[in-house]
């Protein structure tokens, strides 16, 4: 008769089945003598230990602070192919025809040495001479090649993106100049042969932007994976700029342009899949800190409340890049959830980054001021009347959504950064089983500014409970008072302590009392903070349609019209999304048409956090 086959031996299930039988064992404990009290709190600090260990090791997937000896190894690649472009660089200055020189004012007689100097001058290395360079070409050429000035000027527009990803690069500076110069070459040669011109200029504008647009990854994401993956992607881009400026030396010296298009053409679609390949392998390395990032936030409301305080107490007036940053993550939470080419198809919405001057504030000498650190102390008071949540403590759930494939392009132009101020409504059809399309497109717009450390203010409206209704206001007024204190309560976490409130004083803020009185007093103040928040970009609202029954109507009306009026304000930039379970008349009556989107399809579920993301492959990695 066999022996029966030995159990197999698993350390590690054993482990874990000794802990549960000890959380068990904890928990039961009543705590009812000094032995059990200091069994749980030992247990209650060995959960704090194990928590602390959890977050640093979710962190190691999103940010890992690289030293000088392991940066220059992560960007070997790029460095290699870098000094390689600038030697090729060089050899089209020094090859470069006199007849370019004589169509620049240059006589046959000049010494080489002087010829030398005054192309070197012609190779512009720095991102504002390059730009310079391409609006100052002639006008009458500009008029006769539209098509192929139009892609030098997308082209510069991708040049601020690489100079700001070249900002974590070793040798930034360096690289910045061979981009330029390469370039430069580039729009020369497209410039002055017209056989070659709409080809080369729509290869080096097709490539500049697919590098650009990856590469702000790293903006966000600061892991050795992806550096080394995005020194790999900009290595490509130099070498595809190397042989471009080499075929154009041998080609001009034959005036064979032919040839070089059809070279151009092959190496210009062997690169792009190159890149593609590479791009989606950063795509997944970023999905991989995405849900690192969103998995912090589960779980633990105090965490995401001081997270948030932290953010609001020291967003920077002059950043221009917060909605793209947004847009990155909101993308990468899409490729996530389907993992498909398709997502590197999505257009960037093509709004330029705009400096918003903030808008003046016109003081009003008849009513008290207070500074933000006294306006503070009235915040407490607030939370009682809330009703309803703000967006962030919403992930405490462990569940995070994407927005559907339609409404994604709409939510990328509400995003990014322009000189007017922009509302979208998004709608879907009412589902009682719970989360709708429109809702989860708001909650992924909380998440990506989370994340991106953009300004916003949030509130998913609900209707009270019965037990927290009050005399002399219907159910939808104690939920627009709550909506409007939630975000009177957000706006009070944002600026400097001693910064002074103009036109609201302390009357102003100890009338929020939570009674029908206080409507009025709590639009003023929300309507003071909005206007002295001039860094707030962006605010989120949910079902608003929820409280306009009734004698909720008027309130709700007046509410959106202290929004609206925001938005009036000369130089603000202040974007409001409203998403909503079925229709609005309040909404239907005050924003645009064009501005509505119906989202139709189920709501898609990103992640439900409850199993450990395995981290051995990468950290082998980080620590090699």
Known sequence: MASPQPLLHDPKAEALEGRSIIRRFTDELAGSNGLERSTKAAQAEMDEEEETKELSRLRLLYESPANGDSLSRDFIASDIARETLQKMVNKFVENEKPSMLQRMGISHKSTKSKANEVLKSMVESDVGELEAAIDGLEEDWKKRNGRIYGAFKVLCMTLEDHKAVFAIFPSQSEYTSVLCSSLSCLVKAAKNHSEIAETLSDSIRRISETVARASKNILIFKTQAIRRKLADIYATMFRFYYKTIEWYLNSKLARAFLAFNENLKASFESTERELNRDIEELYREAQISHQAMVAILSGNVERINAELRHQRLHYEMGDTTAGHRMIDLMEASWNGSRFTRRAQQLKPAGHDPIAIKPAPHTQDTTED?????????????????????????????????????????????????????????VSSPYDPAGMTSAQASALAVVAAAWQAKAPLISHFCERPRRDRLRTGM?????????????????????????????????????????????????????????????????????????????????????????????????????????????????????????????????????????????????????EK
Not at 386 to 394: L, Q, T
Not at 405 to 415: F, G, R, S, Y
Not at 497 to 506: F, K, P, Q, R, S
Request: charged share 25%.
């Open 474 to 622: 219907c159910t939808e007024q104690i939920g627009l008072m709550g909506l409007v204190y939630s975000l009177v309560s957000q706006l009070l976490q944002f600026g400097q302590a001693d910064e002074v409130l103009i036109n609201v004083g302390e009357e102003t803020l100890k009338a929020l009392d939570g009674e029908r009185g206080s409507w009025d007093a709590s639009l003023k103040a929300l309507r003071v903070l909005l206007d002295h928040t001039s860094v707030l970009k962006y605010c989120v609202i949910d079902g608003l349609n929820d409280l306009e029954f009734g004698d909720g109507g008027q309130w709700c009306r007046q509410f959106l019209n202290v929004l609206l009026a925001r938005q009036r304000v000369e130089g603000t930039m202040f974007n409001i999304l409203l998403t909503t379970a079925g229709q609005s008349r309040i909404l239907t009556s005050s924003i645009d048409l064009k501005n509505k989107y119906l989202a139709t399809r189920p709501a898609r579920e990103l992640a439900r956090w409850g199993r450990r993301i395995e981290l051995s492959s990468q950290i082998a990695e980080q």
């Open 369 to 425: 001021v207070i500074t933000r650190a006294q306006a503070r102390v009235y915040g407490p008071a607030l939370e009682r009347f809330i009703v309803g949540e703000e967006g962030p403590a919403k992930f405490s759930a462990g569940r995070f959504w994407v927005a559907e494939d339609e409404v994604l392009p709409k939510l990328q132009a509400w995003m990014a950064e322009g000189p007017t101020s922009r509302t979208l409504w």
